[in-house]
Every structure is written in structure tokens, then in C-alpha cells.
């Protein structure tokens, strides 16, 4: 699906207004978006609560962009099955969430899905090294999980540089995914660290032209 491409714009239903959600995704899509990102948060991991399996499920019946479920739970395992079935195609959740992140990562695949990790910014990078062998997607949270409109922790490009010199000095295969605070103004650092995903949330939903700020995340017009 995506190797015949480097950057990957992911806009986060977050920042969306969720009484016209068919219209945000109708904005992604016009936007060319490849992805749509699903912040799933059940007040205890983070303290914010969003939606469930049944807002994927829906969402998966009006477009063909990918759903990335971003489990920001505690026990995720519990509720991977319910997304797995609702038409995620990758399902990321918490290193910090999880105990057995090795066997969560083999639930997903058995699924279907293809399975993310990601790590707050107070977690090293260097604490995934048992998992990057078998991850499809590391996704770096460049501010603290919970909110969206938060500003971005300059730490998380260190994060990228890292995981993309492993990736390409191992052959790894995995997606670098960075979550927060993303804009136009950040984007062309975050892109020449080795990201391939770009998720944006309140920078594209609340832009006066929400297009042009895509194109401009993704390099396609410099700031």
C-alpha cells in the first residue's frame, strides 16, 4: 500500500467536530490523507475519554483510507478484537499500557491487523529494542497523550533519527508514525529525521484552508 511513497499524512479525528463527523472525513479524504488516526483514550491511561470499537465501525463503512486505532488504554488486549472487527487495519497501543507488549503484538497480527507500539515522551526509545523486529508501526508521541492543541517536545527528533538509523542499519520494517504538535512549521524537521507518518490534528482541523496546510506537512509547498 504505501512503498511507493515516503510521507504519509494521518489526520487526527480528534481535532474533528464529532457532530459532523462524515464531513471530517470527507475533508481527509480531499486532503489525500492515507490515513486516518484514532485516538481511543478511556479516562484511566490518559485522563480524556473519546469513543469506542462503535465509532470505527462506522467510520469504516463511509471511506477506504486506512484506520490506525491508537489505543491509549490500560489492558489493551481486552479490546483489540473489537477493533480488529470493526475495520482497523493497524492497531497501535502503549508500551507503558501493556506487560506482555510481545504477545499483544502477535493478538493483532493473528487478527489481521497490523500492529503498532508507541511510547509517551518520558519513555526511551531504546525500551523497544526487543520488539522492533516484528512492530509494522512505531509511533512517537511528541507531547503527553490525553489532549489535542498541546505544542511539540523537541526530544521526539532525536526519538525518529533513532529509530530510523535501527531501521535502516537492521533492514527493519516497521513505519515511524509522530503524534503531536505537528504543523507546518515542524513538519520539514520531523520529515528530514526519518518519519514517515505525519499525524495532525488541530494544526489541519482548525486551519482557515486545511488543504494547503496538508500539502504543506507533507512538503509539498515550503512555509
Given amino acids: ?104 503484538i502477535e493478538q493483532i497480527k493473528g487478527l489481521g491487523c497490523k500492529a503498532g507500539i508507541s511510547i509517551v ?21 511528541s507531547v503527553n497523550p490525553g489532549f489535542g492543541g498541546q505544542s511539540f517536545i523537541p526530544g521526539a527528533l532525536e526519538k525518529i533519527k533513532f529509530l530510523d538509523s535501527i531501521r535502516r542499519k537492521n533492514g527493519y520494517n516497521y513505519l515511524i508514525s509522530i503524534d503531536g504538535g505537528v504543523n507546518r512549521n515542524n513538519s520539514g524537521k520531523i520529515r528530514n529525521n526519518g518519519a514517515d507518518i505525519l499525524v495532525s490534528g488541530s494544526s489541519f482541523f482548525n486551519s482557515s484552508d486545511p488543504y494547503a496546510e496538508a500539502n504543506f506537512i507533507r512538503g509539498n509547498k515550503e512555509v
Avoid at 523486529?133 to 508521541?141: R, S, Y
Wanted: no cysteine; net charge negative.
Fill in 1 to 104: 500500500m504505501f512503498k511507493d511513497k515516503r510521507i504519509y499524512f494521518a489526520p487526527s479525528l480528534l481535532s474533528a467536530d464529532f457532530t459532523n463527523v462524515q464531513n471530517a472525513v470527507r475533508i481527509m479524504e480531499k486532503a489525500s490523507a492515507e490515513f486516518i488516526h484514532l485516538d481511543v483514550m478511556d479516562g484511566l491511561f490518559v485522563p480524556n475519554i473519546t469513543f469506542g470499537h462503535k465509532m470505527v465501525k462506522d467510520i469504516s463503512g463511509i471511506t477506504n483510507l486506512a484506520l490506525d486505532v491508537h489505543l491509549m488504554v490500560e489492558n489493551p488486549e481486552k479490546h483489540i478484537a473489537n477493533f480488529a472487527s470493526s475495520g482497523a487495519e493497524y492497531i497501535t497501543f502503549h508500551l507503558e499500557a501493556a506487560i506482555h507488549s510481545h504477545r499483544i
Fill in 121 to 141: 515522551p518520558g519513555t526511551p526509545v531504546s525500551s523497544l529494542s526487543e520488539l522492533l523486529p516484528i512492530v509494522d508501526l512505531v509511533l512517537v508521541m
